[in-house]
């Protein structure tokens, strides 16, 4: 009978993996929720990256939900105490949802100080994901907005894009090509409305809380693109969104508008997803803007949307998620490669010396990239506030298009707005 008299070295390694739960042998297993199905195959291959330049083993399981059904899913985690995953890539346009109360996010401010990212991120995008002077998550992309145009139609129609400095200049461009053609120039739907307002120095929300701050300027805005769409020269699409993939077949392939207003995301993304024989065929420019009393142009961009990386408060992992975080908003093949590969511009500006993401597109046979860093000092800021969210979709639902399309006047639709956010516990 063989009788072990010491154990074996062998033995003794395998009994302490078996005591930790093999912790050596698997590494780290994190689990991220994420609000888009394209970055599923962007995130597993940064997971993998990150292995291979760090060294250390990472298991990340991505779980990809819909823009909207994500928020909902998490919000259910958050209030039940299951299931919450370790990290969450949320869309700024929820972000509010998940302030009012308790923050259910860890404070990054120390980490992304430390790491240099409060230094090197746009300080127009660290703010978006900022609440009560506590960064609660790092922004991935600058998601500033452009004037995507038809250079082809263009030229025959002989509009020269210098010609689009001012929205005033929109309308003039606007009124000939109707009067002449009958061409309708540009789509919009109701997501530009906040945007328009920071292009104006206001916003949906001041920095105490209150909502519409300066209603002199939001009933202008609305006023004046009504007028453009009265004339048909700013339309809204057939099924109301500019995000719609019949807006892309449809309107966008036939011509029948010129331009369209959207962030990056929306070129890198849509444009190439829902109208690939396209190609070649359009171009970017300076989103229009307003002169001011001092006749210089003002903001000739301003953000709407873009995703940042959270780490929940409920992970029991959160050195090993933020490890992960850092790398990714790092890493020069990680930025490279979500530029790349149709997602976003990124937010961190030492990327933005690489040649990949300034060179010329192959869709738009433009460089993205020269354009946005030119844009990026312009940007304006964003006032957080929990109800943004409300109040942008509110906009956009219930109010903008009934604007555009005439059926109730400008002024009546803010008063319409300001009453339905105060029932719901919206302004002060």
Known sequence: MFT?????????????????????????????????????????????????????????????YGFREMPDKLGVAFRT?????????LDETFFGVFINGPSPFLDLTARVKKSGLAKSLHPR??????????????????????????????????????????????AKVGKRLQDEHGQRFMALDGTLFDVLLRQKGTDLFDEKGNFLPDQ???????????????????VMPDRGSIFDPVFFSGDLETGEVLCVPGADWYGLDLFQQFAPGMKGMWGMLPLPTWRGKDGKLGPRTA?????????????????????????????????????????????????????????????????????????????????????????????????????MFGAISAEEALKQYRDAMKNAGGPR
């Not at 105490?81 to 890539?89: A, F, K, R, T």
């Not at 300027?217 to 004046?224: G, K, P």
């Open 125 to 170: 995008r660290l703010e978006v994901f900022t609440y009560k002077n506590k960064v609660l998550g790092v922004p991935q992309s600058l998601s500033a907005m452009v004037l995507y145009y038809r250079k082809d139609l263009f030229k025959e129609l002989e509009v020269d894009p210098k010609e689009l400095e001012t929205w005033g200049d929109v």
């Open 303 to 403: 953000t709407f949307a873009g995703q940042g990386l959270m780490i929940c408060q409920g992970s029991e992992k959160k050195d090993a998620a933020w490890s992960f975080i850092e790398f990714v908003m790092k890493n020069k093949e990680a930025n490279a490669q979500r530029f790349m590969q149709g997602n976003s511009f990124p937010a961190y500006r030492p990327a933005w010396k690489d040649k990949r993401l300034l060179a010329k597109h192959e869709y738009f046979e433009q460089s993205m990239g020269n354009l946005l860093v030119d844009l990026a000092d312009e940007i304006p800021p964003v006032v957080v506030d929990p109800r943004r969210p409300q109040a942008i979709f509110m906009m956009q639902e219930n109010y903008f298009g009934s604007v």
């Open 81 to 89: 105490g299951e299931g919450i995953p370790d990290l969450v890539q």
């Open 4 to 64: 072990l008299k010491k154990p074996s070295a062998l033995l003794l390694f395998f009994t302490t993996l078996f005591f930790l739960g093999g912790h050596a042998l698997r590494g780290e297993n994190l689990v991220l929720w994420i609000s888009s199905f394209q970055d599923q195959v962007y995130y597993e291959k940064m997971g993998e990256l990150y292995a291979e330049k760090t060294g250390k083993k990472l298991d990340l399981e991505v779980k990809a």
């Open 216 to 234: 002199k300027t939001a009933l202008s805005i609305l006023e004046e693109f009504a007028s453009m769409s009265k004339s048909e020269i700013a």
